[in-house]
């Protein structure tokens, strides 16, 4: 990319990042009429939503949810690095409570995208209100600073989030 298509990229990316979520959605729609509808996994109760996806530190950020997972997903194409990670790879991104890891993969048309897994599958939610409230959670979760103080005990992995208890206000956990 040039750099000034760069730039008018990151000018534009505030108001195109809930336009990316919702293609991004349209994607996952588009994998569930094709493979995932008649899969064991699949909670036929929900829906596919893109929530709250939104400009962060030059990077496109917001939960996914299907009937099959829900993620924390970022855009690869962003402001403030030159290279992309390979499908499969992970990336570590920072974020106002910490750090997690994502895996870098590139579904259908979207172009590269990383994601970080919160549920898969999703048999215990009953609806798509839960889904949805919970994901809102999550994310309100992983952008609030208040959030770093789970980090900075004495036992704690510097700047890690662990999965397990992201969404259950213990964003850390010890390991040996």
Known sequence: MTPDREQRFCRSLHADASAWGERLAAAYRDITDRTMRHL????DVLSIAAIDFRAREGRVVGMMVTPWFMNVVT???DCTSQSSPS????????????EIEFTVSEPAAVGLIASYSLFSPMFEF????SARAT?????????SP?????????DARPGSID???FLRGVLTERRA
């Open 163 to 165: 999965r397990r208890h």
């Open 146 to 154: 208040a959030n770093r103080a789970a980090l900075d005990g004495p």
């Open 135 to 143: 994901a809102e959670a999550g994310l309100a979760a992983l952008m």
């Open 126 to 129: 009953e609806h798509m209100a």
């Open 75 to 77: 855009l690869m194409r």
């Open 87 to 98: 499908p499969g790879s992970n990336l570590r991104l920072r974020f106002p409570a910490g």
């Open 40 to 43: 064991p996994i699949f909670n």
